[in-house]
């Protein structure tokens, strides 16, 4: 499946859940693994205007060479931790999804949440709780239990503290899912 095609497949089922009033929001068909990084002002402008094979290029060297300090991973949680928050304000929202839509090579998802907009994001973030995630989860037809909360609760504070840092330096937030 193409790039172009996740896009417009993801784009689909967010603007069905904002038609329908968010009550009934259709799953993701998107697979793979999540993971942030916080990019330098300078890259965010490149990248918001990149052809495909440098964003391939950008994103798989990303991937091999990132500091661990500038990345998050949130592996196969992306999908339901951004349910649950998208069902928040904007910035809440954007905190997976948010910003830009890049193309990129087949299997290869990419998002930019540009730099002036990740403090709103980051902010929003401190304020959840594990009760909250829970009581979203649930909301939302995930089956109670601890594992699944657990591991969304800790990738959803790995994102907060990795939205935060990024704030603080001004870098804006690349978001990749690739299979």
């Not at 798989?60 to 992306?78: G, I, L, N, P, Q």
């Not at 304000?89 to 002036?116: E, N, Q, S, V, W």
Request: hydrophobic share 45%.
């Amino acid at each position: 499946m193409s790039t172009e095609l996740l896009i417009r497949e993801l784009c689909r089922a967010v603007l069905d859940g904002v038609a329908s009033g968010g009550r009934a929001r259709p799953r993701l068909r998107v697979t793979g693994l999540g993971r942030h990084f916080a990019v330098e002002p300078a890259d965010a402008v490149w990248l918001a205007d990149a052809g495909a094979a440098a964003l391939a290029a950008y994103a798989e060297r990303a991937e091999e060479s990132w500091e661990d300090r500038w990345s998050v991973d949130t592996d196969t949680a992306w999908k339901p931790l951004h349910r649950a928050l998208s069902g928040g304000p904007a910035p809440l929202a954007r905190a997976i999804l948010g910003g830009r839509p890049l193309t990129a090579a087949p299997g290869c998802l990419l998002r930019l949440l540009p730099p002036d907009r990740v403090p709103a994001t980051a902010e929003a973030l401190t304020g959840l709780t594990r009760p909250w995630l829970r009581a979203r989860l649930a909301a939302l037809g995930h089956p109670p239990g601890l594992s699944c909360e657990s591991c969304a609760w800790e990738h959803l504070h790995a994102l907060r503290a990795f939205h935060t840092r990024a704030a603080d330096a001004g870098r804006g937030v690349l978001f990749t899912v690739s299979d």
